[in-house]
């Protein structure tokens, strides 16, 4: 037997007399639970309780890590984008250049300019020696801080108009004088100022043959791949089939994506080289335009293609829910269908198709297909994902669903915010949204997400923060991101504030941690008012995702001792007090809130002493906050691991040196001391 939390009302009120007379039976002995379930009377054999959040709130808590920085880049990034790095040809130029302290790259979009970037700084300092930065207005204000190598991905108009040669000589002087280098990608339509030529050089990709003759041989280094099958998959690169089609498709990434597609022959069954070259033309705008065209008046195709579009990689039955309830709604795109068939004769009849056709037929007719049952994240039940067959195709559709065509993406962005929710919806219908997003135009761009972030739905403010974080992977769009998130920030209605907290809770946030922490202030600047649960959820959850790489602790921290010392009643306080209550007592964030990594006070102590230390003095001065912190000092303290570990002795020492200035350390210094003393004298008394 299974006992769950009872059901809400019908909305509209209406309740069956076998539901009545249930509820009846229990008229004044009943508890309202919020969570589980309560039984009531005997009862035999087993007893599932099923405990859980609302599963309106079951939603993916999934971090996509940023490909585009303002920060150190974590080595394991480096190298992985550099796995199957080809020099290009003009690689010896660049290096030559860069010798200058300062390369301007100039290189048209997909063409691998940011790879070489990479590759070259990686030569001087190593892969964990590079720092991204984000675009300056004015190179003459900007200085370098540390001996490593700088890059800075897509420079802004603004920024290109203020350089010259007198500031990129001076540039240069201040970058020998710090050991540093830095490199700026440029687009090509951006115009650089005739007398920064010596600074510039012209990217030309490498050969896409040769990017994917390389793939292929290491993934047989690595073992993906037999030898034999390496030799098979190289001697179907070098057809003229595989040939052709990378002349006419010339980027690096084309060639990653032949090598890739080349890969899957020996592991999914049935699959052919003719195979292999169908689904990459399949991901092309053209084809994704030609197939439209083709559905152009099937409402039962339209909408499977742009379910699967928006919807990628989910269970069949999230897909066929979404795609019928969005076909009534394309079929009124086209107004009644017209009269064309003429009477039939008298007698005659005509056979009805009761069934339809199945969901296999209904998938093969738009070029997809249903992957092999698996378990996805966090989900007790087995799940079959839809996903087209051509690589990119569900970009290429859903990109011309949403920008080719009048009210689309209106449409499909309604259907969205009232289909049932599903775990997993928001990560893909996110950033899926986010890529067609990131090449829309205009001031609407970024209002479309608006409905979704202004949501009390958790599941629809996390969509917007993928999408967003997919959006600041280009360049052009992070300035137009930031202003909306600022504007966000500051809002009186809670959910847009929570839409923030969420999008730094990701790869937003780990891409920008400075930015993040001053939208995150901004968010709890509220004041005289209580901290809403839901806001205090997202911030904790945006700060466990900043804690989650090592170097973010100083920057947190500082952030929360500046909370910790403003005014109480305030937000900002409200969050510091829970942060100190979380790590005294258990983990922050609490076990059952979302969170990316979790720490506990003694993880604080002996990993990051040195901004741990200022966290417990602020602490300990606040009375909000003294017993919590005293009593997870005294844990750490009876507890030999938790006392080795942290050196704790030493890290005592450090506090009391501060207790002459700080009231509250005195307080638990002297409190320490009076009860070592009293279970001294008790001791030698026995």
Not at 189 to 194: F, I
Not at 219 to 224: D, L
Not at 515 to 530: I, N, T, Y
Request: with cysteine.
């Amino acid at each position: 037997m299974s006992a769950e939390a009872a059901p809400d009302p019908d909305p509209d009120g209406s309740e069956s007399a076998d539901q009545a007379g249930v509820r009846d039976s229990y008229r004044g002995n009943q508890q309202r639970l919020g969570q589980g379930a309560q039984v009531m009377g005997p009862v035999g054999g087993n007893v599932t309780v099923i405990n859980a959040a609302a599963l309106d709130e079951n939603v993916t808590d999934l971090i996509v890590p940023p490909r585009l920085r303002e920060g150190p880049y974590p080595a394991a990034d480096v190298h992985e984008r550099l796995r199957g790095f080809v020099e290009p040809p003009t690689y010896a130029r660049c290096r030559k250049v860069l010798d200058s302290r300062v390369l301007l790259l100039t290189a048209g979009s997909g063409t691998g300019a940011s790879t070489a970037a990479f590759a070259l700084l990686a030569e001087r300092y190593g892969a964990d020696g590079i720092t991204g930065l984000d675009s300056p207005d004015d190179f003459s204000r900007w200085r370098p801080t540390e001996r490593r190598g700088y890059l800075l991905q897509g420079l802004s108009p603004r920024a290109a108009d203020s350089l010259s040669e007198v500031v990129l000589t001076a540039l240069a002087e201040v970058l020998l004088q710090s050991g540093a280098h830095l490199i700026v990608t440029v687009r090509a339509e951006t115009e650089l100022p005739g007398d920064t030529v010596a600074w510039q050089a012209v990217h030309r990709p490498p050969p896409p043959v040769e990017v994917a003759s390389k793939r292929l041989k290491i993934m047989v280094e690595a073992g993906e791949l037999t030898p034999g099958q390496g030799a098979d998959a190289l001697r179907h690169l070098a057809s003229a089939d595989f040939t052709g089609h990378l002349r006419a498709h010339s980027l690096p990434q084309d060639g990653v994506e032949v090598a890739e597609g080349l890969g899957d022959l020996f592991v999914v069954p049935g699959k052919s080289a003719a195979s292999v070259l169908d689904d990459l033309q399949a991901g092309s705008l053209t084809a994704a335009r030609k197939a439209l065209a083709k559905s152009s008046h099937q409402a039962d195709s339209l909408a499977l293609m742009a379910a699967i579009s928006l919807l990628s990689e989910q269970d069949r039955t999230v897909i066929e829910k979404f795609s019928a309830i969005l076909r009534p709604r394309i079929e009124e795109r086209g107004g009644p269908a017209p009269v064309t068939a003429e009477p039939a004769e008298r007698g005659a009849h005509t056979p009805r198709d009761l069934l339809g056709p199945s969901f296999e037929k209904r998938l093969e007719t738009v070029g997809a297909r249903q992957l092999p049952p698996g378990f996805g994240p966090a989900q007790r039940y087995p799940v079959q994902p839809v996903v087209f067959s051509g690589r990119h195709r569900s970009d290429a559709l859903l990109r011309c669903l949403w920008l080719d065509h009048e009210g689309m993406g209106d449409l499909l962005s309604r259907t969205l915010g009232e289909v049932p929710h599903h775990p997993g919806i928001e990560l893909a219908a996110g950033r899926a949204i986010g890529k067609v997003l990131a090449h829309a135009t205009g001031p609407d761009t970024l209002r479309q997400l608006h409905p979704f972030a202004t949501s009390d739905k958790r599941w629809r403010r996390r969509l917007v923060a993928y999408a967003l974080g997919e959006m600041v992977q280009h360049p052009a769009l992070t300035g137009a991101v930031r202003d909306q998130l600022r504007q966000w920030s500051r809002a009186a209605h809670v959910p847009l504030r929570c839409t923030v907290a969420e999008t730094c809770a990701g790869g937003y946030g780990l891409a920008r941690p400075a930015v993040a922490l001053r939208l995150l202030d901004s968010v709890l600047g509220e004041p005289d008012k209580d901290l809403d649960g839901r806001l205090r959820t997202a911030v904790s959850f945006a700060l466990s995702t900043l804690l989650s790489e090592d170097a973010n602790y100083g920057l947190v921290l500082d952030r929360l001792s500046q909370w910790q010392g403003t005014e109480p009643g305030t937000q900002r306080h409200a969050l510091a007090v829970h942060f100190v209550e979380s790590v005294s007592v258990d983990t922050f964030p609490l076990p059952r809130a979302p969170g990316k990594r979790r720490v506990r006070l003694a993880d604080l102590l002996a990993d990051h002493p040195e901004w741990a230390l200022d966290l417990v003095i602020t602490a300990l001065d606040d009375p909000a906050t003294h017993e919590a912190m005293a009593r997870g000092l005294s844990v750490i303290e009876s507890d030999p691991d938790s006392r080795r570990r942290t050196a704790f002795p030493r890290f005592l020492a450090a506090l009391s040196s501060a207790a002459r200035t700080n009231r509250g350390v005195l307080r638990f210094v002297l409190r320490r001391h009076r009860i070592r003393t009293a279970s001294s004298a008790e001791g030698f008394a026995s």
